[in-house]
């Protein structure tokens, strides 16, 4: 559990809820959590004009995905995770609606993080980070951003939005454990893996959030994936 610490810290960085980071960059000495964090503050320090800034790449009921959005969430897998081109896209596009889904849902349900509740949380992944078997790697992230500082001034809103997101989902777990208290909710199979019905439903949630947003997009030429 400790050695999975800094790859959550990644995922809210990243948008994300599900970043695997592998691939170190090669003929270099520095790991992915390094390329990571220089990807992440090269693409805040460019202040050229770029022709994707304002582009609406997909746009739903209540949702935005511009160019800019897209490009540099798939430029952070490439870099820093290894991607694939048009694996890198597909995932940058899925990842980034369903955070905005989710934030979107959560908000119009009326959830907020104070910002005691916010240095609450960061405290606790400041000392999460202290922890030997992951220090190594924060700290690779950390000169990556340019100092430990930069990270966390960057990712202090990420954070909020996803502490708003996992209220919003943890009040439905809450409710769907309670509707079904009387079931057997956990089951085991026979490799000894554990399935809980409560995952299965919450993807579910998610999809149907997602395609009441009726999402539209359009095609680009950097983007390697079809409508």
């Not at 003929?27 to 460019?46: A, E, M, V």
């Not at 940058?92 to 907020?112: P, S």
Request: charged letters at 35%.
């Amino acid at each position: 559990m400790k050695k999975k610490i800094i790859v959550s810290v990644l995922c809210l960085a990243l948008l994300i809820f599900s970043i695997n980071i592998y691939a170190e960059a090669e003929g270099d000495n520095k790991g992915p959590n390094f390329w990571l964090g220089r990807t992440i503050i090269s693409q805040l320090n460019n202040k050229s004009s770029r022709s994707d800034e304002n582009i609406i790449y997909a746009k739903g009921k209540d949702i935005e995905i511009t160019e800019k959005e897209l490009n540099n969430h798939a430029a952070r897998l490439i870099n820093a995770g290894g991607r694939e081109r048009e694996e890198a896209y597909k995932e940058a596009y899925d990842t980034i609606v369903r955070r905005k889904t989710l934030l979107h849902a959560a908000l119009q349900a009326g959830y907020k993080v104070s910002d005691g509740e916010l240095d609450q949380i960061i405290e606790k992944e400041k000392e999460n980070l202290q922890d030997p078997d992951v220090k190594e790697q924060a700290e690779e992230l950390y000169e990556g951003f340019g100092g430990e500082e930069a990270y966390w001034e960057y990712i202090r809103e990420i954070k909020r939005e996803t502490a708003i997101c996992s209220k919003y989902i943890n009040e439905k777990e809450k409710e769907y454990r309670e509707a079904h208290e009387d079931e057997e909710l956990i089951s085991y199979g026979e490799d000894g893996s554990i399935h809980d019905a409560w995952e299965e439903e919450k993807e579910k949630l998610i999809q149907q959030l997602i395609e009441e947003q009726q999402i539209e997009r359009g095609r680009k030429k950097s983007c390697v994936f079809g409508k």
